[in-house]
């Protein structure tokens, strides 16, 4: 017989509100061990007691089968003397000892609520907010912390006997679930009409499925806000909501029942199914499959569909209701206003656009929108390193619902930072020691609304994170409104930081990367320190630091903004930059189809330099292609004309690919477009089809990429190449671009934690400012 030996365990992470107590109380009682759990202000404190044995095997399992919501980020255990006392318990918490743990995002009911919520014998059968500790609502309904109902909107529903009784009992799935209810004392679900009339009805989810069958527009309250629904097979009802939202072509998000019914509209790879049926039930980019029922308004011209399975038990009622083959599930706004989270704002903000409102009385208290994200065949995220084959392999578009409140874990110790992120696709980013913690996708600040959304998550971040920051980051673009936002906060140090210097250094603190770095940072916009609008810059970069030393040759942004939503007008600039005003000459349909009046205008301003900022954006590189390609002259979102462009690529394996020139200057080089439009220009009048010329673009431009990264690293030895900006999100590039310097022997790192677009932005700035603060 072994001696009896006692061991002290120390665990942070998400441990706290997650099932972890119960977890190890049954793992003590199974091996038979004395001693106790804790919660502590970083997690939790437990102390086991036995024969020396059973005490090994306790502390090797006790990582190994945690609850699906639990994430251990750093444990140690030690010997201490034994003291023989007798059963495991679970001792009370005290007040103000967990107020610096993590909150767990909000996640999808588990299977065994499932079950149960099917049940007819289960006393939750069809109970709409049915959770457990391994699954439902937490950050969303968090008003402060410590986390506890107390301090969650769920404080005004007290438990009846029965939910109390599972409250307390560890052995119970719902011990301590902060969410606990049930049809007796918890929230209740109420059909209302466009006016926001109570409409009566025995089963209100049943009734809202009958009127989304036919054909009606409902606005559904969710865990992070409303969306607003309609058959996705219905393309009256479709258009209908494109109307109600002002949404021209920009893809709607759909929600299928099962992955049998996306795989009847979708391509699904392994890791994409894993992705749609994990806990964080993300929005999950999928290609399209060509016949299918969906409406195409759903996605017009988009090669992928955003699809989702139903997370809440709300939505599978609903679908158990409906039979749908899918609904259209997007975010319950205007455009691209906030989404609405309070009820009688809903009916305010969505009247006229939604016809009935399917409402609850739990109160979403921090909006929350839906994640989107892709599978990524070639990039190994880091949590996947760090737990090998645990979590399928992703890249985030938006990093929301699900993930946040989640921290990036660094490997440097930060001071208090709060970085304030970009303008489009904005987060903010507060630090605390190892962890930065990147707040839900608030979107496009130019709105009042969005502005307004952003400071109310500056301050609950701070409380609930229990930061008070010492510096403050921001972008050095001086109209965005977050900058305008930081220069207004005088009473703390700020610290300017360069957009795609942001982006390299996000890239690198989540790969965990020191030193100094090759960046390939590709975007639309980012204010440069010359004042021009950078996009397709080459970066060494350190924390620190960067020095600019590649990037595409500069050309007028005719009429700046509007160069962006008008991709015809940067194809002129390219053809007036590299032919002169001869190119309206050129034996090419998009010369041919110009209006001659509009073009002299344009390139007038260009020449004179009227409201025509200079450019080296990636982005709008892209753009001039597929206006000058006869893909989109025009667009009606974000990135429309370059996600097109990429969708076109056709005719793979041969070799003629476009050529550009790179360029000495100073101790760098200019990436000359020049060789690309004359040879462009030429397959354009040899009808050369749009899907070929994306293809010899892209693969030219990979190229040229390839080529400047390797003339540096021969220069400078750098090793290390960071792959950063939203232009990343174009897979093929990616990819290409990635396989092209492994091929070479160099280490590519990419993002698989935080957006390589804007979303991301906030995580650099932060990282920029540790490293330049005094
Ligand atoms: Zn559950
Ligand atoms: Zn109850
Ligand atoms: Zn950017």
Same mark, same amino acid.
Request: proline content about 6%; some cysteine.
């Given at each position: 017989?072994?001696?009896?030996?006692?061991?002290?365990?120390?665990?942070?992470?998400? $441990?706290?509100?997650?099932?972890?107590?119960?977890?190890?109380?049954? @793992?003590?009682?199974?091996?038979?061990?004395?001693?106790?759990?804790?919660?502590?202000?970083?997690?939790?404190?437990?102390?086991?007691?036995?024969?020396?044995?059973?005490?090994?095997?306790?502390?090797?399992?006790?990582?190994?089968?945690?609850?699906?919501?639990?994430?251990?980020?750093?444990?140690?255990?030690?010997?201490?003397?034994?003291?023989?006392?007798?059963?495991?318990?679970?001792?009370?918490?005290?007040?103000?000892?967990?107020?610096?743990?993590?909150?767990?995002?909000?996640?999808?009911?588990?299977?065994?609520?499932?079950?149960?919520?099917?049940?007819?014998?289960?006393?939750?059968?069809? %109970?709409?907010?049915?959770?457990?500790?391994?699954?439902?609502?937490?950050?969303?309904?968090?008003?402060?912390?410590?986390?506890?109902?107390?301090?969650?909107?769920?404080?005004?529903?007290?438990?009846?006997?029965?939910?109390?009784?599972?409250?307390?009992?560890?052995?119970? /799935?719902?011990?301590?679930?902060?969410?606990?209810?049930?049809?007796?004392?918890?929230?209740?679900?109420?059909?209302?009409?466009?006016?926001?009339?109570?409409?009566?009805?025995?089963?209100?989810?049943?009734?809202?499925?009958?009127?989304?069958?036919?054909?009606?527009?409902?606005?559904?309250?969710?865990?992070?806000?409303?969306?607003?629904?309609?058959?996705?097979?219905?393309?009256?009802?479709?258009?209908?909501?494109?109307?109600?939202?002002?949404?021209?072509?920009?893809?709607?998000?759909?929600?299928?029942?099962?992955?049998?019914?996306?795989?009847?509209?979708?391509?699904?790879?392994?890791?994409?199914?894993?992705?749609?049926? *994990?806990?964080?039930?993300?929005?999950?980019?999928?290609?399209?499959?060509?016949?299918?029922?969906?409406?195409?308004?759903?996605?017009?011209?988009?090669?992928?569909?955003?699809?989702?399975?139903?997370?809440?038990?709300?939505?599978?009622?609903?679908?158990?209701?409906?039979?749908?083959?899918?609904?259209?599930?997007?975010?319950?706004?205007?455009?691209?206003?906030?989404?609405?989270?309070?009820?009688?704002?809903?009916?305010?903000?969505?009247?006229?656009?939604?016809?009935?409102?399917?409402?609850?009385?739990?109160?979403?208290?921090?909006?929350?929108?839906?994640?989107?994200?892709?599978?990524?065949?070639?990039?190994?995220?880091?949590?996947? /390193?760090?737990?090998?084959?645990?979590?399928?392999?992703?890249?985030?578009?938006?990093?929301?619902?699900?993930?946040?409140?989640?921290?990036?874990?660094?490997?440097?110790?930060?001071?208090?930072?709060?970085?304030?992120?970009?303008?489009?696709?904005?987060?903010?980013?507060?630090?605390?020691?190892?962890?930065?913690?990147?707040?839900?996708?608030?979107?496009?600040?130019?709105?009042?609304?969005?502005?307004?959304?952003?400071?109310?998550?500056?301050?609950?971040?701070?409380?609930?994170?229990?930061?008070?920051?010492?510096?403050?980051?921001?972008?050095?673009?001086?109209?965005?409104?977050?900058?305008?936002?930081?220069?207004?906060?005088?009473?703390?140090?700020?610290?300017?930081?360069?957009?795609?210097?942001?982006?390299?250094?996000?890239?690198?603190?989540?790969?965990?990367?020191?030193?100094?770095?090759?960046?390939?940072?590709?975007?639309?916009?980012?204010?440069?320190?010359?004042?021009?609008?950078?996009?397709?810059?080459?970066?060494?970069?350190?924390?620190?630091?960067?020095?600019?030393?590649?990037?595409?040759? %500069?050309?007028?942004?005719?009429?700046?903004?509007?160069?962006?939503?008008?991709?015809?007008?940067?194809?002129?600039?390219?053809?007036?930059?590299?032919?002169?005003?001869?190119?309206?000459?050129?034996?090419?349909?998009?010369?041919?189809?110009?209006?001659?009046?509009?073009?002299? $205008?344009?390139?007038?301003?260009?020449?004179?330099?009227?409201?025509?900022?200079?450019?080296? *954006?990636?982005?709008?590189?892209?753009?001039?292609?597929?206006?000058?390609?006869?893909?989109?002259?025009?667009?009606?979102?974000?990135?429309?004309?370059?996600?097109?462009?990429?969708?076109?690529?056709?005719?793979?394996?041969?070799?003629?690919?476009?050529?550009?020139?790179?360029?000495?200057?100073?101790?760098?080089?200019?990436?000359?477009?020049?060789?690309?439009?004359?040879?462009?220009?030429?397959?354009?009048?040899?009808?050369?089809?749009?899907?070929?010329?994306?293809?010899?673009?892209?693969?030219?431009? $990979?190229?040229?990429?390839?080529?400047?990264?390797?003339?540096?690293?021969?220069?400078?030895?750098?090793?290390?190449?960071?792959?950063?900006?939203?232009?990343?999100?174009?897979?093929?590039?990616?990819?290409? @671009?990635?396989?092209?310097?492994?091929?070479?022997?160099?280490?590519?790192?990419?993002?698989?934690?935080?957006?390589?677009?804007?979303?991301?932005?906030? @995580?650099?700035?932060?990282?920029?400012?540790?490293?330049?603060?005094?």
């Amino acid at each position: 017989m072994s001696a009896r030996v006692r061991k002290a365990i120390e665990v942070t992470g998400i $441990v706290q509100g997650v099932g972890f107590r119960p977890y190890v109380y049954r @793992l003590a009682l199974q091996h038979n061990l004395a001693g106790f759990i804790t919660n502590t202000a970083a997690g939790v404190s437990i102390e086991v007691e036995g024969p020396a044995e059973a005490v090994e095997d306790f502390v090797s399992q006790l990582p190994v089968e945690v609850p699906p919501l639990a994430r251990i980020t750093q444990w140690a255990a030690s010997d201490i003397p034994a003291r023989a006392d007798g059963e495991f318990r679970i001792l009370p918490s005290q007040p103000g000892e967990n107020r610096r743990v993590l909150i767990s995002p909000d996640v999808a009911i588990c299977d065994d609520c499932l079950r149960e919520l099917l049940d007819p014998s289960d006393r939750r059968f069809h %109970y709409p907010f049915i959770n457990c500790t391994n699954c439902g609502p937490r950050y969303t309904i968090v008003r402060d912390i410590p986390y506890d109902r107390a301090r969650t909107s769920m404080a005004v529903f007290p438990m009846c006997a029965d939910c109390q009784h599972e409250y307390d009992d560890p052995l119970d /799935r719902r011990f301590h679930a902060q969410p606990n209810a049930c049809w007796k004392c918890g929230p209740q679900v109420e059909l209302w009409d466009g006016e926001g009339n109570r409409i009566e009805a025995a089963e209100p989810i049943a009734e809202a499925a009958v009127r989304l069958q036919a054909g009606y527009v409902v606005a559904v309250k969710g865990l992070g806000g409303f969306h607003l629904a309609v058959d996705a097979t219905n393309p009256a009802a479709v258009s209908r909501l494109r109307e109600g939202k002002r949404r021209v072509e920009k893809p709607f998000a759909i929600m299928a029942p099962s992955l049998k019914g996306v795989r009847s509209f979708c391509e699904l790879s392994d890791a994409s199914r894993g992705l749609l049926e *994990s806990p964080e039930r993300p929005i999950v980019l999928l290609r399209k499959k060509s016949a299918c029922l969906i409406a195409e308004l759903v996605a017009p011209f988009n090669p992928e569909y955003g699809v989702f399975l139903p997370y809440t038990p709300l939505h599978f009622l609903l679908f158990a209701a409906g039979r749908f083959q899918a609904l259209v599930m997007t975010s319950g706004n205007i455009s691209e206003e906030p989404i609405a989270i309070d009820n009688s704002e809903a009916v305010a903000r969505l009247h006229g656009i939604a016809d009935f409102f399917l409402v609850h009385n739990r109160d979403v208290l921090l909006r929350c929108d839906d994640s989107v994200v892709r599978a990524c065949q070639t990039v190994a995220p880091l949590c996947e /390193r760090r737990v090998a084959g645990h979590r399928p392999t992703l890249q985030f578009v938006r990093r929301s619902r699900g993930y946040v409140p989640v921290p990036v874990f660094l490997n440097q110790d930060l001071p208090p930072i709060l970085a304030v992120g970009g303008e489009l696709e904005n987060t903010v980013c507060l630090t605390k020691g190892r962890h930065a913690f990147l707040s839900q996708h608030i979107g496009d600040l130019e709105n009042l609304e969005s502005y307004c959304f952003f400071e109310t998550t500056i301050s609950s971040f701070k409380r609930i994170l229990e930061v008070e920051p010492q510096f403050l980051a921001y972008d050095l673009h001086p109209d965005y409104f977050s900058t305008r936002w930081a220069l207004g906060q005088s009473s703390i140090k700020r610290i300017g930081v360069q957009h795609h210097h942001a982006h390299i250094t996000s890239c690198m603190a989540e790969n965990h990367l020191d030193g100094k770095v090759i960046g390939v940072a590709l975007d639309g916009t980012g204010y440069g320190t010359d004042g021009a609008v950078w996009g397709g810059e080459v970066l060494l970069a350190t924390y620190a630091d960067f020095e600019r030393i590649a990037h595409l040759d %500069y050309v007028p942004m005719p009429g700046g903004a509007a160069a962006i939503t008008e991709p015809w007008r940067m194809a002129v600039s390219y053809l007036q930059k590299h032919f002169g005003e001869a190119f309206l000459d050129l034996e090419i349909p998009f010369a041919r189809e110009l209006e001659r009046r509009q073009v002299a $205008v344009l390139v007038r301003m260009a020449e004179r330099g009227v409201n025509s900022p200079l450019t080296s *954006s990636c982005g709008r590189l892209f753009d001039a292609v597929s206006a000058l390609a006869g893909i989109r002259k025009r667009v009606n979102y974000e990135a429309q004309a370059a996600i097109e462009l990429e969708a076109a690529i056709a005719g793979e394996g041969e070799d003629a690919v476009y050529p550009f020139e790179l360029r000495p200057e100073g101790s760098g080089w200019i990436i000359d477009t020049r060789p690309l439009f004359v040879a462009l220009v030429n397959d354009l009048k040899c009808d050369v089809p749009a899907g070929i010329v994306s293809r010899r673009f892209h693969e030219g431009f $990979v190229d040229v990429l390839a080529r400047v990264v390797k003339l540096i690293h021969a220069k400078t030895n750098l090793q290390n190449i960071c792959l950063s900006g939203g232009s990343f999100q174009n897979v093929f590039l990616l990819e290409h @671009l990635k396989r092209k310097l492994e091929a070479e022997g160099l280490d590519v790192f990419t993002h698989s934690e935080v957006p390589c677009g804007d979303g991301g932005l906030s @995580l650099g700035q932060a990282l920029v400012a540790a490293n330049r603060s005094p």
